[in-house]
């Protein structure tokens, strides 16, 4: 069953990434757009990010004896934290702003709803949760707050952010610095809860 579930997760996960790409360079070709550009702006987002790192895991569990680093239960248990926030986040907070058809249908439901359930299915019932250790809540904080970062330098040489929430732009430094900060928060309560998860939901 873990194979099963392991090898789907990144078959659908690779078909999931591929398909939005060929979407976004197909997009900005008809739109006479720069085709680097809009590659960019793929790689802005975190569901992009998160996305690749939970098909990077599922790669190194389908493929023995490579990508070591992603079999580590700390990276799957941070993939965990940052897949489960890119599919809540996205259901409560983002779905309602635009209404996608077709592919891009096709794209969104696997990249906000499928990916996420397979792999925080993955985690609860197969990832080795045994060495894990409350330490972990601030080193799973190295990736959002480089995404943060990430973010706002390319908004200030793009003039676009990918989300409304840190959107300079709009909000100035102030709020958008403030709302960063209470992400990080929720990023760390969401690291203790992950831990505890992981003494109930041990699997050796």
Request: glycine share 4%; charged share 10%; aromatic share 20%.
């Amino acid at each position: 069953m873990k194979r099963l579930i392991t090898t789907t997760g990144l078959l659908i996960g690779s078909f999931a990434l591929c398909l939005q790409l060929y979407l976004i360079i197909d997009r900005a070709i008809a739109e006479h757009q720069s085709v680097a550009g809009e590659v960019w702006r793929f790689f802005s987002y975190m569901t992009i990010w998160s996305n690749i790192l939970v098909t990077l895991c599922f790669a190194a569990l389908v493929f023995a004896d490579t990508l070591s680093f992603f079999k580590s239960p700390a990276v799957q248990a941070g993939t965990f934290i940052y897949i489960l926030v890119v599919g809540v986040a996205y259901h409560f907070l983002l779905a309602h702003i635009w209404s996608p058809t077709g592919l891009q249908y096709v794209a969104d439901v696997l990249l906000h709803y499928a990916i996420p359930a397979i792999y925080c299915s993955y985690w609860l019932v197969f990832a080795d949760k045994a060495k894990l250790s409350y330490t972990y809540c601030f080193t799973w904080l190295i990736y959002p707050f480089v995404y943060f970062i990430y973010a706002l330098v390319r908004g200030l040489i793009v003039h676009s952010y990918p989300y409304p929430f840190i959107d300079v732009t709009s909000f100035g430094y102030p709020i958008v610095l403030r709302n960063s900060f209470f992400l990080l928060i929720a990023y760390v309560l969401l690291g203790l809860g992950t831990i505890a998860l992981s003494r109930k939901f041990k699997n050796t």
